[in-house]
């Protein structure tokens, strides 16, 4: 009977720590950023044009094939021009945190569930999830300074709500780098 429970417990031990998986560190100097993911991600540089020109659009991504509680997991950074932030007070920075948004659902032409003005650090942001066609995206987006952060998680209607999606918005921290 000991050596039953012994084996149960060390079985459920073992399972637990596989559930319980390592995720890897992503750290960017050059970004400003780290976040953990359960593999690692992929980056890419995209040119997108905008309101006040073309900017660098720098996506970190992993989009899992099988297995996973999410489709995608991302952080995108943005650098707008400084010169468009010189005079920024917190109604303009809302301005652009609001643009951000209306943005994101339109893109998706999803439905907006809910947005929820926060501050990260200090800085202004939004919480906000679209309700997509099959899914959900849940996105942090921070304003620092001329900088938009944008975390993303994407899972599909019967996997929303799951501990994956806190897991990894959590997980990123804005560094300071010389």
């Not at 429970?5 to 750290?27: C, H, I, P, R």
Request: net charge negative.
């Amino acid at each position: 009977m000991k050596k039953a429970l012994f084996l149960m417990t060390v079985f459920l031990l073992s399972f637990g720590a596989v559930n319980a998986q390592d995720w890897e560190k992503y750290k960017a100097e050059d970004l400003s950023f780290i976040a953990y993911y359960p593999q690692e991600p992929k980056r890419t540089v995209q040119k997108v044009s905008t309101a006040v020109g073309e900017l660098d659009m720098h996506m970190i991504m992993h989009a899992p094939t099988s297995g996973d509680d999410n489709a995608v997991y991302s952080v995108i950074r943005s650098d707008y021009p400084k010169s468009q932030f010189t005079n920024a007070d917190d109604e303009y920075n809302a301005t652009v945190l609001d643009g951000a948004v209306e943005g994101a659902v339109s893109n998706v032409k999803g439905k907006l569930e809910f947005d929820n003005k926060v501050k990260f650090n200090g800085y202004p942001g939004r919480s906000i999830k679209i309700e997509i066609q099959g899914g959900f995206i849940y996105i942090n987006a921070y304003l620092v300074e001329n900088s938009m952060f944008i975390t993303q998680v994407i899972c599909l209607t019967s996997n929303d709500g799951n501990k994956s999606i806190d897991r990894f918005l959590n997980s990123f921290e804005i560094i300071k780098t010389k």
